[in-house]
């Protein structure tokens, strides 16, 4: 699938999903998947292949989704289903994506109803591939995964975790309330799908802790709901995302590599570590600006003539300066984020666009945060701040929206 031919959803109908179930054990998890598209307004016509009819019966997909099942082009010729049905999707999304069926896919083999579908296909194409780690890290495996996403298929990175009998790692499907948010993104931003196919970009989100005794630390309020809304709206627009997420206790996005970490000094770490690769590197975290200069290996406690030990304070790397000053890839996007309120030496505005200059990253994107806006909150608005002068006012509205419109803008410097 090209970009052009990615389009979004009219307003007010419902989005046309194709659920392909491939034949891994897995398939059973695709019912959850189904409810929940059924439930929130979608139309899903559901297309298994005669492999994952041995693991889920037809009667169920057709009850749950109230459509018709079939896995052959032989039924309701008439109606040319082979052709139909994929034409006729705003999404199709494959769970569990086998390797042999990410060969098919790959290879433009159409041996059945769902082959066929991802053929005629000229919507985004989900696959949130399941099987076993040897099967994944395969050579072949890997060359198909590659072929795809350079078409704009958006093939999820499998999760890590327990698999068939008592094997553990990587090629665990990601659960389906995960995948559902994959596609979501996928529809919101099927009017400019892909545009970051074949880019790796690094995000970080959530607040570092300090520690100053094993109880005790310094931090901050950032819940990381807005890193992880642009590592789902990257994810969805095609790129290869690293997430890097400080104490941060919502779920992993899918199709995201996530690396957790608790202070600055990881952060910064993490973050430079991934930046050597990446197109485009934005710092939604909130790393604490200062550190202790020395940690009790003990519980402080509290003084019996009610006074308080001083605490000595170290600064902090500046991440955001650092990976901008001194870029580690030709033509890299670096993003920063401030966090104001305004003070006697200038308006919000007035501080984002020095701390822009200073830090010499190329967009900022500045939230007035008076009396506790925007940390946990599910909306966000924002003014992009630009090195050249422009500045882009985004509505309040989704973080979700607000991530998109970050992208929008790195996209148009990624040349």
């Not at 896995?71 to 999707?89: F, K, L, M, N, T």
């Not at 789902?232 to 779920?251: C, P």
């Not at 890839?329 to 003070?343: H, K």
Request: hydrophobic share 45%; aromatic share 2%; glycine share 10%.
């Amino acid at each position: 699938m090209s970009e052009d031919q990615a389009t979004a959803v009219p307003s007010g109908a419902r989005p046309r999903v194709v659920l392909g179930v491939g034949g891994g054990i897995a398939a059973y998890k695709a019912c959850e998947l189904l409810r929940r598209l059924t439930e929130s307004g979608h139309d899903v016509r559901v297309v298994p292949t005669a492999a994952a009819l041995r693991f889920v019966g037809a009667p169920t997909w057709a009850a749950l989704s109230g459509q018709p099942v079939h896995d052959d082009v032989w039924s309701d010729v008439h109606e040319v289903p082979h052709v139909r049905i994929g034409q006729s999707a705003d999404v199709v999304v494959v769970v569990p994506a086998t390797a042999d069926l990410l060969a098919k896919a790959a290879h433009g083999l159409a041996d059945d109803l769902l082959t066929n579908t991802l053929l005629t296909a000229r919507c985004p194409v989900v696959l949130a591939p399941a099987m076993h780690t040897e099967m994944w890290e395969h050579a072949a495996t890997r060359a198909n995964v590659r072929t795809l996403r350079e078409r704009g298929v958006l093939v999820v990175e499998p999760a890590e975790g327990r698999l068939t009998g008592a094997d553990t790692g990587k090629g665990r499907l990601p659960e389906p309330e995960q995948i559902f948010e994959v596609v979501r993104e996928v529809l919101t931003s099927a009017g400019r799908a892909h545009d970051l196919a074949g880019r790796h970009v690094v995000v970080s989100a959530g607040g570092t802790r300090e520690p100053l005794d094993p109880v005790r630390f310094l931090g901050n309020r950032s819940s990381g709901r807005q890193g992880y809304a642009l590592a789902q709206a990257a994810a969805a627009r095609g790129a290869q995302v690293t997430l890097v997420a400080a104490n941060v206790t919502l779920a992993d996005p899918a199709g995201v590599k996530v690396v957790h970490v608790e202070t600055t000094a990881q952060l910064r770490d993490e973050v430079v570590a991934a930046a050597g690769s990446a197109d485009a590197v934005v710092m939604a975290a909130a790393p604490a600006d200062f550190r202790p200069v020395s940690v009790s290996s003990a519980k402080i406690k509290k003084a019996g003539d009610g006074s308080a030990a001083p605490i000595e304070l170290v600064q902090n790397p500046d991440i955001l300066a650092e990976i901008s000053h001194d870029r580690l890839r030709s033509g890299q996007v670096v993003v920063g984020f401030a966090a104001e309120t305004g003070d006697a030496t200038g308006s919000v505005l007035d501080l984002g666009r020095a701390k822009l200059a200073r830090k010499g990253c190329d967009l900022l994107v500045v939230n007035d945060v008076a009396g506790g806006a925007v940390f946990g909150a599910e909306d966000n608005e924002a003014v992009i701040l630009a090195a050249s002068g422009m500045a882009v006012e985004v509505p309040r509205g989704s973080k979700t929206a607000l991530a998109h419109a970050i992208w929008d803008q790195v996209v148009a410097r990624l040349g």
